[in-house]
């Protein structure tokens, strides 16, 4: 099992930074990918950025060149660096966490961005 906790979230202007934390505890050694989702009432959750054990990151085309995602393998942490933060990035922001077997979900943090 792994646990998943997520923190960082909040209210922030629109043009805003927020950099959102996840710490994972318990098997963590099978983890190989690690992302960050959002959700909005009524839409599907979608992907926003991942990274896997190498290093390597993938994001969604409306989150390049203002999110960044990295890790800190040491605090098995993974991080969500926002910057140039928009209006529709105004969701609830899950963390998650992948084995060869199962994929575990944090309990989400909300990002509020005004405008």
């Known amino acids: 099992q792994v646990q998943l906790m997520e923190s960082g979230g909040g209210l922030v202007q629109a043009g805003g930074s927020l950099r959102l934390s996840c710490a994972a505890s318990g098997s963590i050694s099978s983890i190989n990918y690690l992302g960050w989702y959002r959700q909005t009432p009524g839409k599907q959750r979608e992907l926003v950025a991942t990274?896997?054990?190498?290093?390597?990151?993938n994001y969604v085309d409306s989150v390049k060149g203002r999110f960044t995602i990295s890790r800190d393998n040491a605090k098995n942490t993974v991080y969500l660096q926002m910057n140039s933060l928009k209006p529709e990035d105004t969701a609830v922001y899950y963390c998650n966490a992948r084995s060869i077997l199962y994929t575990y979900w944090g309990q989400g943090t909300q990002v509020t961005v005004s405008s």
């Open positions: 990274i896997t054990s190498g290093g390597s990151t």
